[in-house]
């Protein structure tokens, strides 16, 4: 078997969860640049340069007395492992533009993202070995940075368009209208071929039936939330439900690449509590430091909180990462400090959640739609200063971005009496083609005039994207914002149109199944 070709397993398991709309047609030639077997070709080289890579990383894995460095060295293993699946992916929807296994339906959309997510994943590994032995640290960027360049010329030779759409969702072109309806499933939307009808009765119920309960008293099938994950299916073709009940449970809990199509849902933001306390800090890595990880595709998250309780002082602390593709997160509390909520790659959707921090609480290279949010801002250490957003674009080509819509953007309640006691951005670039846009939010008086943050001196201010439209409060006044080159104010809707949940996530292509509403553009 060829090194870019899926295992007839895994194959079928694509077929099965994907969500493939039935008048889509789309065929490589529409969507590369260049021939399919070249792509195919660039696709398999990749692959094998990476497969090379591994061992030259692995044998930094039993060094002793380093526990940050061993920590580094397993993040670049397994980010390793999600790219050459993400290759596999885009190699075997390239080769079979009309078999039912692509992701989403909109073949542009899909490589793209898979590809971007490989690219993201190795400046992840580099920023892990951030303190650790700079001979090791050498060795393995010079490994990474060639897979980096091999993958930034794949994207390269991917149209940035959505398939059979006229104009550029990156670059400012009309695009499809996302028009101004909010979505919500009911029992005549469309499902997807694999959603069998006992999925559609669980998801059409409000009280969600579940295929596990995890109840630390005992009263459940499990009593640790990662005995329900390892007991779930694999590649699993229909919704796979796991139901926490309330109480605090203090474990890290890490949803595998191979654990498709899980949900949780717990008995609400204030009684289901996923907690845990590492930290850069305590050696962790920022991609190890989190409480909650999940990886496998279609995942969903309902009425619970995700935490991360080492405090200020202990730097970045993660409360939830997702690398998982069109995931879902609705009604959840994600609460920590600096870097809380991790959003690391694909295609990502929050609704209704409540979200809080201090520094770079919300940051990554996904492709992100928060809507109807609660954004809160936190006190931290003195002197500190707070930004919303770090989001880490580093090609041009990449798909990727933070779109903040519909949200409430404040301050949190032990930094309320004293909101100027910290002042706080919306965000600020953590990689050079950064890329955030708030649009018909609320912005209290904790927002600064000036709006946004330097990273380190003008790194990045004329290659940044960063866009605001119709916000409103205090906190959304554009007479001091700052004059940034990449600084965008939006005055009309073509623009804002390309980062709606329609165009930015194609959010219509997949979202329904879902069971959860949401607003396909916007609200004009």
């Keep these: 078997m060829q090194l870019f070709q899926l295992s007839p397993f895994l194959f079928l398991s694509l077929a099965a969860a994907s969500y493939v709309s039935s008048d889509t047609s789309v065929f490589p030639s529409e969507c590369l640049k260049v021939p399919t077997s070249t792509f195919i070709t660039s696709l398999q080289t990749t692959i094998t340069v990476m497969r090379h890579t591994t061992p030259i990383i692995s044998q930094f894995a039993n060094l002793l ?6 920590n580094a060295v397993t993040d670049c293993l397994d980010l390793l492992d999600f790219s050459i699946d993400e290759l596999d992916w885009s190699a075997s929807a390239s080769q079979n533009p009309n078999e039912k296994h692509n992701s989403s339906g909109d073949l542009s959309s899909d490589l793209r993202t898979w590809l971007s997510a490989a690219l993201a994943n190795q400046e992840t590994c580099k920023d892990g070995f951030e303190g650790t032995n700079g001979l090791v640290k050498g060795v393995v960027e010079g490994s990474v940075d060639q897979i980096s360049s091999l993958v930034q010329e794949l ?3 991917v149209h940035p368009i959505s398939s059979g759409q006229n104009g550029s969702k990156a670059n400012g072109g009309s695009g499809r209208g996302g028009g101004k309806s909010e979505r919500k499933f009911t029992q005549n ?3 997807p071929y694999w959603f069998k009808r006992e999925d559609r009765k669980l998801l059409l119920v409000n009280g969600v039936q579940a295929d596990a309960v995890v109840a630390a008293d005992g009263s459940g099938n499990h009593t640790s939330i990662m005995e329900a994950v390892m ?15 309330r109480g605090i449970y203090k474990e890290y809990v890490e949803i595998k690449k191979k654990k498709w199509n899980l949900m949780i849902f717990g008995d609400g933001i204030d009684a ?12 962790w890595t920022t991609f190890r430091s989190a409480t909650f990880a999940v990886s496998g595709r279609g995942f969903i998250a309902r009425d619970i909180t995700f935490e991360n309780t080492a405090g200020p002082e202990k730097h970045q602390a993660v409360a939830l990462r997702s690398d998982s593709d069109l995931s879902v997160f609705y009604r959840c509390a994600i609460k920590g400090y600096q870097d809380s909520l991790y959003t690391h790659t694909m295609r990502q959707f929050f609704r209704e959640c409540k979200i809080s921090g201090t520094v770079d609480f919300i940051f990554g290279d996904g492709t992100v ?3 109807n949010c609660q954004i809160l801002a936190k006190r931290g250490l003195p002197d500190q200063k707070n930004t919303i957003t770090a989001q880490g674009r580093k090609d041009p080509n990449q798909p990727t971005g933070f779109s903040i819509q519909f949200c409430n953007i404040t301050a949190d309640s032990d930094l309320l009496p004293n909101v100027n006691s ?3 951005y919306l965000g600020r670039p953590w990689k050079l083609y950064s890329r955030t846009i708030f649009m ?3 912005m209290s008086n904790i927002i600064r005039p000036e709006g946004w943050l330097e990273m380190n001196n003008d790194f990045a201010l004329d290659t940044l994207y960063y866009a605001e439209y119709m916000n409103y409060g205090q906190g959304a006044g554009l007479s001091s914002r700052v004059n940034w080159p990449g600084h965008h104010v939006l005055n009309g809707t073509g623009e804002a149109n390309n980062f709606t949940v329609a165009q930015f996530l194609e959010g219509n292509l997949w979202l329904p199944p879902t069971g959860v509403k949401y607003t396909a553009g916007l609200v004009v």
């Design 65 to 70: 007395g380093d526990f940050r460095l061993k």
């Design 155 to 157: 994207l390269t030779m």
């Design 189 to 191: 939307s469309q499902f």
């Design 231 to 245: 007991a779930a299916p694999d590649y699993s073709m229909k919704r796979y439900v796991i139901y926490i009940k």
């Design 272 to 283: 289901t509590i996923i907690s845990g306390n590492r930290s850069f800090i305590d050696g």
């Design 369 to 371: 739609v928060f809507q």
């Design 422 to 424: 910290t002042a706080t």
């Design 440 to 442: 018909q939010n609320y």
